[in-house]
T-cell receptor, first 110, second 113 residues
């Protein structure tokens, strides 16, 4: 069966510091991969999606970036965090129809 | 283009009462429709999906939803609410050949004892 991992589970970072969140998928090959952000009390905002290694589509211009160095690995990065980057970050993968979500990373920028 | 509207950001029901969460969509292609549930500080879990075929779909935890093309709706129901159903519910739309999933803003369900 397929499994999706995200780490870390929680993170507290100062403004201006770098960020790296990692997502890995097991049990499937060539998945479509996604990064979403949930701000407090709000819905899901699609940040990036990838349909293959090295292929990244950005949905919202901002100080975040994404990379897909391997088929089942998706990384979300920032060089300098802003206060507005705080939120709950969710990684997801999709196959034929539905999406499956990871457990999420709670990021607090102070 | 696709969009999803969830009516009611907060819904309260008594334990044992009917749960009805509303979702309307728009889609320029035959839609794939989904309901997800999210518990605090967790990821989203798929409750049920409609792609093709039978318009009444059954999911986990006793939930079901009916695809009504004429009404562009995909409402989620459960005959009898349980305290453990308290969570946030998201409706989403996608379609064949599309990579994106469009989510509604969510409905927080509260179950009263």
């Amino acid at each position: 069966s397929q499994t999706i991992h995200q780490w870390p589970a929680t993170l507290v970072q100062p403004v201006g510091s770098p960020l790296s969140l990692e997502c890995t998928v097991e049990g499937t090959s060539n998945p479509n991969l996604y990064w979403y952000r949930q701000a407090a009390g709000r819905g899901l905002q699609l940040l990036f999606y990838s349909v293959g290694i090295g292929q990244i589509s950005s949905e919202v211009p901002q100080n975040l970036s994404a990379s897909r160095p391997q088929d089942r690995q998706f990384i979300l990065s920032s060089k300098k965090l802003l206060l507005s980057d705080s939120g709950f970050y969710l990684c997801a993968w999709s196959g034929q129809t539905e999406q499956f979500f990871g457990p999420g990373t709670r990021l607090t920028v102070l | 283009a696709q969009s999803v509207t969830q009516l009611g950001s907060h819904v309260s029901v008594s334990e044992g009462a009917l749960v009805l969460l509303r979702c309307n969509y728009s889609s320029s292609v035959p839609p794939y429709l989904f309901w997800y549930v999210q518990y605090p500080n967790q990821g989203l879990q798929l409750l049920l999906k409609y792609t093709t075929g039978a318009t009444l779909v059954k999911g986990i935890n006793g939930f079901e939803a009916e695809f009504k093309k004429s009404e562009t709706s995909f409402h989620l129901t459960k005959p009898s609410a349980h305290m453990s159903d308290a969570a946030e519910y998201f409706c989403a739309v996608s379609g064949p050949g599309t990579y994106k999933y469009i989510f509604g803003t969510g409905t927080r369900l509260k179950v009263l004892a």
